[in-house]
C-alpha cells in the first residue's frame, strides 16, 4: 500500500479495508508491543495486548477523532487500556519492580531526526524522573505503566 495518512488509514478500516489495518500494523506494531510489553513484563502478555488493540482499533476505528489528537497517539491509548485491562484481569500479577529504561525502537535509516528525537526525549523523561523522590517517581511508573490509573482498592 502506498504511504497513506495515519487519519486516511483509519477512515479506510471504517469502511472495512483489511489492507489499511494491515499498513497502520506494520507502521506501528513494533511501538505498540514496546508499549504493551513495557507495561507487562512478559512476551505473551503483550502479544495479547497488541492483537486486542488492534482488534479493537478494527472495530471501534470510528471513534477515532483527529479534534482530539493524531491517530498515533489514539492507537497508542487503545494499546494502553488493553494493557491496564489485561493488568487488572491479572489482579496482583503485575511486577512489582519495572525498569524504567526506555526501550530502542527500530527506526528507518532515512528517518534520522526521529531517531534523534526518540533519544533525546528518552535522555529527558529519564533525567526527570531521577529528579524527583523516590515515592513519587514510583507512583509515576505505577500510574502509567503498571496501570494502576483509577484502580481502587
Known amino acids: 500500500m502506498k504511504e497513506v495518512a495515519d487519519d486516511a488509514l483509519l477512515s479506510m ?9 494491515a499498513a497502520l500494523y506494520d507502521r506501528y506494531g513494533k511501538l505498540a508491543y514496546s508499549l504493551a510489553y513495557r507495561m507487562l513484563g512478559d512476551t505473551h502478555g503483550a502479544e495479547d495486548v497488541v492483537q486486542e488493540a488492534f482488534i ?3 472495530r471501534k476505528a470510528n471513534s477515532y477523532s483527529s479534534m482530539r489528537g493524531t491517530a498515533r497517539t489514539w492507537l ?27 526501550e530502542e525502537l527500530v527506526v528507518d535509516p532515512d528517518d ?7 533519544n533525546l526525549d ?9 529528579r524527583i523522590p523516590k515515592e513519587q517517581r514510583e507512583a509515576i511508573e505505577l500510574a502509567y505503566f503498571g496501570g494502576y490509573v483509577g484502580v481502587q482498592r
Open 13 to 21: 478500516i471504517v469502511k472495512g479495508d483489511e489492507d489499511a489495518l
Open 56 to 58: 479493537n482499533v478494527w
Open 76 to 102: 497508542l491509548a487503545v494499546v494502553h487500556h488493553s494493557a491496564v485491562d489485561l493488568c487488572r484481569r491479572r489482579r496482583g500479577k503485575i511486577p512489582s519492580e519495572l525498569p524504567l529504561k526506555l
Open 112 to 118: 534520522l531526526w526521529s531517531e534523534v528525537a526518540n
Open 122 to 130: 528518552g535522555e529527558e523523561l529519564t533525567d526527570c524522573l531521577a
